[in-house]
């Protein structure tokens, strides 16, 4: 269930009372005359069933709570209560699928705020993975996935597609997500020309076999499914308020890798190109810097295409099943109206 505080406006309070005590689905009523200080005004707690948290959160916006007052949202991990208006009888579900939209959105809309840690963390992440590149060290790939937070404007992209009322998160997470990874290869390109400078990276870094990070810039089939899985469970675990799972999404999806095999094949084809007598003897390093430029945006586009596609196609299902539990409350809430004169006689 899901627990809502609400600061009202005195003047709203009797109405938004009268709104909880005729719903079945809302329980353990609480009002606080006058408790709240700043802003002024009266608090009332109550638990509602969290499949109709959203049409209720509406219902309050509507008579004007959030204006005057605050509406803060708190999930319960148990609820214990044998008294028979409790919500947990009025025949909702309770089941872990459904969810809390208005949450949901609110999360979405905050991810895409950017800020200068985004930044940071990003720059970080494709730094760390581009030290992979020189050591073909797959842990070190693995800790440059989870320090990044390139999931998050995906996934707000996705609630932004799905959630009509939230299109704008579309254009504000797809310029975040363009914006950080140019910071963050720009940086981290200019930092690996200067190692080439120094001698500690060289052409031969990045074309020397890797079997251990080879992957993060030859996408093929494969790439695409894990993409999918990734962005399905990544989808997942935002309407579930999961954080947990988010990690395992981060460690799956390359987009960081890739960016990385890109700021590397960059910095090293630019010493090259000022600086000819740093290729290897015998090779031919324009292509094969090509192919690695080639191959890493092609990775960066694959897993971003399909984070997305399965992060809507979830959060379609997650919202058709939210809608059919709402529909079977409400239709145990009709049949116990009816029922309640008989029990009466």
Known sequence: MIHLR???PCERTDAVLALLLERHDVANVMRLPGASLRPAGDVVQCDVARETTDELLSQLHALGVDA?????VETLDMLVSQHPDAAAQSGYTEAAESVVWESVEASAANEVRGGWTFYVFLTLGVALAAIS???DSAITVIAAMVVSPDFSPVAAACVGTVRRRQRHLVGKSLRLLVAGFAVAIGVVTVLAFFAALAGWITLDDLLAPRPQTDFIWKPDRWSFVVAL????AGALALTASRSNTMVGVFIAVTTVPAAANLAFALAVGLHIWLFPGAAMQGAAPGDS????ISGSVTQWLVNVAGMFMAGVATLLVAQWVNRRAIARGAAFDETKERTLPAHGE
């Open 289 to 292: 810097i090509w192919h690695e």
């Open 68 to 72: 005057g007052g605050s509406i803060a």
């Open 229 to 232: 899985l990734a962005g399905a």
């Open 133 to 135: 590149v020189k050591l």
């Open 6 to 8: 609400l600061v009202i």
